[in-house]
């Protein structure tokens, strides 16, 4: 166990000043230091996904990554997905569609949604179903998951030119 | 019978609100946006974190154990070893041979030894680290063959041979079965260890409340059976004991016992004095496993030529793990469920389950079915393939009727398998493609079932299975107060749908507090498929008779009898006169004022003779109902490297009446989905010192969305005489089928019948090898004979 360093790190667009230890993840910050819980805990090495969250836009697996690492990024949580004056386009489209039973897996598979549709607007069916294939759910079968997302696109509103904060900016 | 169309539009069909309406999850935002809480998400005043030391032999005696050094670690709170928890308990009356902490003897690689309480999970576990713990080894028996074969050193002292439970029926005649059988077929098959792998891994947070009173937050599917087995296990009295389920991040059957971290986490809550939260880690939830046990099956079929069965036997050995768990009913599932969905009238049934030192097995999704409906299909389309009969045929000449008590007194009440069959031999092009597939390309059919509903309770006693209360109040909210646990199978959701209809209110009029033993009538729970169907059967009398006593408010301000009077669209209302109504609202308030807080209570207990037979093991395979399932795989097998991909699968299942028809496909396609991935993927595997190879999600194999089939689901709707609105199960009986579906579409595509899953390219290889060497020897006695 090391002596504490300094972060500074973007969560949610809230600027966060913390001391933290060395061996700290990304995963126990978020969830035991800041208390954003919503980020789900289901494997620790990496290979279910449900830990995902996105560093300056894109997904990471919140898990192994060292805290200190990303000093200077910002992340994006489940916490902050959702637009202040409702829910992201996916998280209604998955429950709709019954894209989510359980929900364990779900903060992890909306945030690497957005992700993909920040890097692809217009996914194909193949393209979501890759977009997804870091994350583990056991309960869909995963087709209704991609029938959810894909049946999100016509709800979301295109990203404007220019805007440098992807996993932020579509609502 | 109907198959209610998906909706395209689901924008518009998101408010839901009626039973047989397509009807999102009602807490599914909360899961979607993160806000639901999971036990791991408890965060608790003065919580503290406890770690378990575990034992790296699969067989040993526990000669001591000195924590004295691990004590002094900074931060440790408390330790507690086997001295510490004496009684043993265990989820069926016939086991009873846990205890939380080893006692005496560890008996696999990864019991729990000693646990450590300290004000974080690193302190706990480097105080872990500091204990000494001297073993004397036993030989450790990790096949049930070496189990059975052992003449001392038995997992537990009073299970002679390391045998667990044995069990030996025989219905009807066999013998005459199969003396009048024209083709008789029989192999031997192999179905590895399986494990649920929920995404959420076990927790469980536990506040000592002061004397002989406990609250516990874990996350389970059977909140009863916790705190019953909570109370065995400290030596108090239920009542004191709280059971809170949280949100449950996924059960399949995983999650339906007393587990060590409930028990030791409340005896360091009262030796600390704080809330104690124990989390498990990925790998030790596979150690905890209580999944699959490994089958051995023989079995045997016979038939007549016009495709009748006349008889089967089965042999099934069980390696069961450590534990006695819910074995027996394991084991006894595997032979009960041999029946009930065809007609055979002569059946043998032996059984054996085998302790090993392994962690222990337990039910998992189609608990105890699973290998055997394999084995019985294969032999099913072996038999017609003889016989020169198309396997669907075959199915067609050995149905059963609704109203039939089988020859082992299983009760069928309803039987919508015939349409299932129909619905996917017609969607996939049965006729157009059975044997004129290229090769390389199959096709193949299978059924399965399961209870919606086990007749019989794992307490024993004659007591409603379930019973709920709805009470209602000035402020115009209706509550549901049930004991079954929303583990994301949509009950709370169900059970909103059915009080909702009968009220006439929207779904999202009921508000549903489910699980909390603390605040919930006597419920047994989410297992055995059986919320759906019990808890809704009391939620149907419970909201009958609430509606009967608003309207009888309603009826003296209305001035018309009661009898005339209806709950609809929100409103109490006049059969007879359109124009006479009043709001639900106002009719409830009228209520209130009379008598208070509107109160009405719903129960259900399953009909004596549903209950099953009368001999040794009979009470497992009695359901309440039987849920059907049919479903047919096309698949493409490489005959060079012998990768199987399947390439669609229809599944059709009966379902009853589908109350939430999304709930509905999502769990078909969910059970075919797990179904799959055991048949072409999964299996926990065992060094030769007993530990496991793969406990990881990856290691282990959880398929991704990448390797996701196409998967069309019918709904069939058979309206079960006893059902509520004709509901039964649609989350356990459709998991089966795709097994054999599967091993039958490849003897269609590549002429091989597979026995052992998982279906790997090997596998597929060996068999092909191997019928090309028999095909090889009889050209050459043939060509001997002729010469």
């Given at each position: 166990?090391?002596?504490?360093e300094a972060l500074?790190?973007?969560?949610n667009?809230e600027?966060?000043?913390?001391?933290?230890?060395?061996?700290?993840?990304?995963?126990?910050l978020?969830?035991?230091?800041?208390g954003?819980?919503?980020?789900?805990?289901?494997?620790?090495?990496?290979s279910?996904?449900?830990?995902?969250?996105?560093v300056?836009?894109r997904?990471?697996?919140?898990?192994i990554?060292l805290?200190l690492?990303?000093d200077?990024?910002?992340?994006?949580?489940i916490?902050?997905?959702?637009?202040?004056?409702?829910v992201h386009?996916?998280?209604?489209?998955?429950?709709?569609g019954g894209?989510?039973?359980?929900g364990?897996?779900t903060?992890?598979i909306?945030?690497?949604?957005?992700?993909?549709?920040?890097?692809i607007p217009?996914?194909t069916?193949?393209?979501?179903?890759?977009?997804?294939?870091?994350?583990?759910?056991?309960?869909?079968?995963y087709?209704?998951?991609?029938?959810a997302?894909?049946?999100?696109?016509p709800?979301?509103?295109?990203?404007?030119?220019?805007?440098?904060?992807?996993g932020?900016?579509?609502s | 019978?109907?198959?209610?169309a998906e909706?395209?539009?689901?924008?518009?069909?998101s408010?839901?609100g009626?039973?047989?309406a397509?009807?999102?999850l009602?807490?599914?935002l909360?899961?979607a946006?993160?806000?639901?809480?999971y036990?791991?998400?408890?965060r608790l005043?003065?919580?503290i974190?406890a770690?378990?030391?575990?034992s790296?032999h699969?067989?040993?005696?526990?000669l001591?154990?000195?924590a004295s050094?691990?004590?002094?670690?900074?931060g440790?709170?408390?330790i507690i070893?086997?001295k510490?928890?004496?009684?043993?308990?265990?989820?069926l009356?016939?086991?009873?041979d846990e205890?939380a902490?080893?006692?005496?003897k560890?008996r696999?690689?990864?019991q729990?030894?000693a646990?450590?309480?300290?004000?974080?999970?690193e302190?706990?576990?480097?105080?872990?680290?500091?204990?000494?713990v001297e073993?004397s080894?036993?030989?450790a028996w990790?096949?049930?063959?070496?189990?059975?074969g052992a003449?001392?050193d038995w997992?537990?002292e009073?299970?002679?041979?390391?045998?667990?439970r044995?069990y030996h029926?025989?219905?009807?005649?066999?013998g005459?079965?199969?003396?009048?059988?024209?083709?008789i077929?029989e192999?031997?098959?192999?179905?590895?260890?399986?494990?649920?792998?929920?995404m959420e891994?076990h927790?469980?947070?536990a506040?000592?409340?002061?004397?002989?009173?406990?609250t516990?937050?874990?996350?389970?599917?059977t909140?009863?059976?916790?705190?019953?087995?909570i109370a065995?296990?400290?030596?108090?009295?239920?009542?004191?004991?709280?059971?809170?389920?949280?949100?449950?991040?996924?059960?399949?059957?995983?999650?339906?016992?007393?587990f060590?971290?409930d028990?030791?986490?409340a005896?360091?809550s009262?030796?600390?004095?704080c809330?104690v939260?124990m989390?498990l880690?990925?790998?030790e939830v596979?150690g905890?496993?209580r999944?699959?046990p490994?089958?051995h099956?023989h079995?045997?079929l016979?038939?007549l030529?016009?495709?009748?069965?006349?008889a089967?036997e089965c042999?099934?050995?069980?390696d069961g793990?450590?534990?006695?768990g819910y074995g027996a009913?394991?084991?006894?599932?595997s032979?009960?469920?041999?029946?009930a969905?065809?007609?055979i009238?002569?059946?043998?049934f032996?059984?054996y389950r085998?302790?090993t030192n392994?962690?222990?097995?337990g039910?998992?999704?189609?608990?105890?079915t699973?290998a055997a409906?394999?084995?019985f299909?294969?032999?099913?389309?072996r038999?017609?393939?003889?016989?020169?009969?198309?396997?669907?045929?075959?199915?067609?000449?050995?149905l059963?009727?609704?109203?039939t008590?089988?020859?082992n007194?299983l009760?069928?009440?309803?039987?919508?398998f015939?349409?299932?069959?129909e619905?996917?031999?017609?969607?996939?092009?049965?006729?157009?493609?059975?044997g004129r597939?290229?090769?390389g390309?199959?096709i193949?059919?299978?059924g399965?079932?399961?209870v919606?509903?086990?007749s019989?309770?794992?307490?024993r006693?004659d007591?409603?299975?379930?019973?709920?209360l709805?009470?209602?109040d000035?402020?115009?909210?209706?509550t549901?107060?049930?004991?079954?646990?929303?583990i994301?199978q949509?009950?709370d959701?169900?059970?909103?749908?059915?009080?909702?209809d009968?009220?006439?209110?929207?779904?999202?009029?009921?508000?549903?507090v489910?699980g909390?033993?603390?605040?919930?009538?006597l419920d047994?729970?989410?297992?055995?498929?059986?919320?759906?169907?019990?808890?809704g059967n009391a939620?149907?009398?419970?909201?009958?008779s609430?509606?009967r006593a608003?309207?009888?408010?309603?009826?003296?301000?209305?001035?018309?009898?009661p009898?005339?009077?209806e709950?609809?669209?929100g409103?109490?209302?006049?059969?007879?006169?359109?124009?006479?109504?009043m709001?639900?609202?106002?009719?409830?308030?009228?209520?209130?004022e009379?008598?208070?807080?509107?109160v009405?209570?719903g129960t259900?207990r399953?009909?004596?003779e549903?209950?099953?037979?009368?001999?040794?093991g009979a009470?497992?395979g009695?359901?309440?109902?039987?849920?059907?399932s049919a479903q047919?795989?096309?698949?493409s097998?490489?005959?060079e490297?012998?990768?199987?991909?399947v390439?669609?699968?229809?599944?059709?299942h009966?379902?009853?009446k589908?109350i939430n028809?999304?709930a509905?496909?999502g769990q078909?396609?969910?059970?075919?989905w797990?179904?799959l991935a055991?048949?072409?993927a999964?299996?926990?595997?065992?060094?030769?010192?007993?530990?496991?190879?793969?406990?990881?999600?990856l290691?282990?194999?959880?398929?991704t969305?990448a390797?996701?089939?196409?998967?069309?689901?019918?709904?069939v709707?058979?309206?079960?005489?006893e059902?509520p609105r004709g509901?039964k199960e649609?989350g356990?009986?459709s998991?089966?089928?795709?097994?054999p579906a599967?091993t039958?579409?490849?003897y269609?595509?590549?002429?091989v019948?597979?026995t052992e899953?998982p279906?790997?390219?090997a596998r597929v290889?060996?068999?092909?090898?191997?019928?090309?060497?028999?095909?090889?020897r009889?050209?050459?006695?043939?060509v001997?004979?002729?010469?």
């Amino acid at each position: 166990m090391g002596s504490k360093e300094a972060l500074e790190i973007v969560v949610n667009g809230e600027s966060r000043e913390l001391a933290v230890d060395p061996g700290r993840t990304l995963l126990d910050l978020l969830r035991d230091d800041l208390g954003l819980t919503g980020t789900k805990r289901g494997c620790d090495d990496a290979s279910c996904g449900a830990c995902t969250v996105l560093v300056d836009g894109r997904p990471h697996l919140a898990c192994i990554a060292l805290a200190l690492c990303h000093d200077g990024s910002r992340v994006l949580t489940i916490e902050g997905a959702s637009p202040p004056e409702g829910v992201h386009a996916i998280q209604t489209a998955l429950v709709d569609g019954g894209g989510l039973q359980c929900g364990y897996c779900t903060p992890g598979i909306v945030l690497a949604a957005r992700a993909l549709l920040d890097r692809i607007p217009n996914p194909t069916p193949g393209d979501v179903r890759e977009g997804i294939s870091n994350n583990l759910c056991r309960c869909t079968g995963y087709e209704r998951i991609i029938g959810a997302v894909l049946s999100a696109l016509p709800h979301l509103t295109p990203l404007p030119a220019g805007r440098e904060t992807p996993g932020e900016s579509r609502s | 019978m109907k198959n209610p169309a998906e909706p395209s539009d689901r924008s518009a069909a998101s408010t839901g609100g009626r039973s047989g309406a397509h009807t999102p999850l009602m807490d599914g935002l909360e899961r979607a946006t993160g806000r639901k809480l999971y036990v791991e998400d408890l965060r608790l005043p003065g919580m503290i974190h406890a770690r378990f030391l575990r034992s790296p032999h699969p067989h040993a005696q526990v000669l001591s154990i000195d924590a004295s050094a691990a004590l002094d670690v900074p931060g440790v709170r408390a330790i507690i070893t086997g001295k510490d928890t004496p009684r043993r308990y265990g989820v069926l009356p016939v086991g009873m041979d846990e205890t939380a902490l080893a006692v005496d003897k560890v008996r696999y690689v990864g019991q729990e030894v000693a646990a450590v309480a300290a004000s974080s999970e690193e302190a706990a576990e480097r105080a872990l680290e500091m204990i000494r713990v001297e073993y004397s080894l036993l030989p450790a028996w990790l096949s049930a063959a070496s189990a059975m074969g052992a003449r001392s050193d038995w997992i537990h002292e009073s299970k002679a041979r390391n045998l667990d439970r044995e069990y030996h029926h025989s219905f009807g005649d066999p013998g005459r079965g199969f003396a009048e059988a024209d083709v008789i077929v029989e192999d031997s098959f192999f179905h590895p260890r399986v494990t649920h792998a929920a995404m959420e891994p076990h927790g469980t947070v536990a506040r000592h409340e002061g004397g002989d009173r406990w609250t516990l937050w874990t996350s389970t599917q059977t909140p009863r059976h916790v705190q019953r087995g909570i109370a065995q296990a400290l030596g108090v009295s239920e009542a004191g004991i709280r059971v809170i389920p949280c949100a449950v991040g996924g059960g399949f059957g995983g999650k339906s016992e007393t587990f060590p971290q409930d028990v030791a986490a409340a005896i360091l809550s009262r030796s600390t004095g704080c809330p104690v939260r124990m989390r498990l880690t990925r790998e030790e939830v596979f150690g905890l496993h209580r999944g699959r046990p490994e089958n051995h099956i023989h079995m045997r079929l016979g038939m007549l030529a016009d495709g009748k069965i006349t008889a089967v036997e089965c042999e099934t050995i069980q390696d069961g793990g450590a534990f006695s768990g819910y074995g027996a009913a394991t084991i006894l599932y595997s032979g009960a469920l041999l029946a009930a969905i065809y007609d055979i009238s002569n059946m043998k049934f032996d059984g054996y389950r085998v302790l090993t030192n392994k962690p222990a097995c337990g039910p998992m999704r189609g608990h105890g079915t699973i290998a055997a409906r394999h084995a019985f299909e294969s032999l099913l389309d072996r038999a017609a393939a003889e016989l020169g009969v198309d396997p669907a045929e075959v199915r067609r000449r050995n149905l059963l009727r609704p109203g039939t008590r089988t020859v082992n007194d299983l009760r069928v009440t309803s039987y919508g398998f015939p349409e299932c069959m129909e619905r996917v031999l017609e969607a996939s092009g049965w006729r157009e493609k059975r044997g004129r597939l290229p090769p390389g390309r199959g096709i193949g059919i299978a059924g399965s079932h399961y209870v919606s509903g086990a007749s019989n309770s794992i307490l024993r006693g004659d007591f409603p299975h379930s019973t709920v209360l709805l009470v209602a109040d000035r402020d115009g909210s209706v509550t549901l107060f049930s004991g079954a646990a929303e583990i994301g199978q949509g009950c709370d959701t169900a059970l909103a749908l059915i009080a909702a209809d009968t009220l006439g209110l929207p779904a999202d009029a009921i508000r549903v507090v489910s699980g909390d033993t603390g605040v919930t009538p006597l419920d047994l729970g989410s297992y055995s498929s059986r919320v759906t169907f019990m808890t809704g059967n009391a939620v149907l009398e419970a909201s009958r008779s609430l509606g009967r006593a608003i309207l009888e408010h309603a009826s003296r301000h209305l001035g018309l009898p009661p009898d005339d009077l209806e709950l609809r669209d929100g409103t109490a209302r006049s059969k007879s006169r359109a124009d006479v109504s009043m709001p639900f609202i106002e009719a409830l308030r009228l209520g209130v004022e009379a008598e208070g807080a509107l109160v009405a209570k719903g129960t259900y207990r399953p009909p004596p003779e549903a209950r099953g037979g009368n001999f040794p093991g009979a009470g497992v395979g009695p359901g309440v109902s039987y849920s059907y399932s049919a479903q047919v795989v096309e698949v493409s097998v490489d005959l060079e490297t012998g990768e199987v991909r399947v390439e669609k699968v229809w599944a059709a299942h009966d379902c009853g009446k589908a109350i939430n028809p999304l709930a509905v496909r999502g769990q078909v396609e969910g059970s075919v989905w797990m179904g799959l991935a055991q048949a072409l993927a999964e299996e926990v595997r065992f060094s030769p010192g007993g530990q496991i190879l793969n406990a990881g999600l990856l290691e282990y194999r959880v398929p991704t969305a990448a390797d996701a089939p196409p998967i069309e689901v019918f709904i069939v709707e058979s309206l079960d005489p006893e059902g509520p609105r004709g509901a039964k199960e649609a989350g356990e009986g459709s998991v089966a089928a795709v097994i054999p579906a599967l091993t039958n579409a490849i003897y269609d595509a590549a002429g091989v019948w597979i026995t052992e899953l998982p279906v790997t390219p090997a596998r597929v290889l060996a068999a092909l090898e191997e019928k090309a060497i028999r095909e090889q020897r009889a050209a050459l006695e043939r060509v001997a004979a002729a010469t």
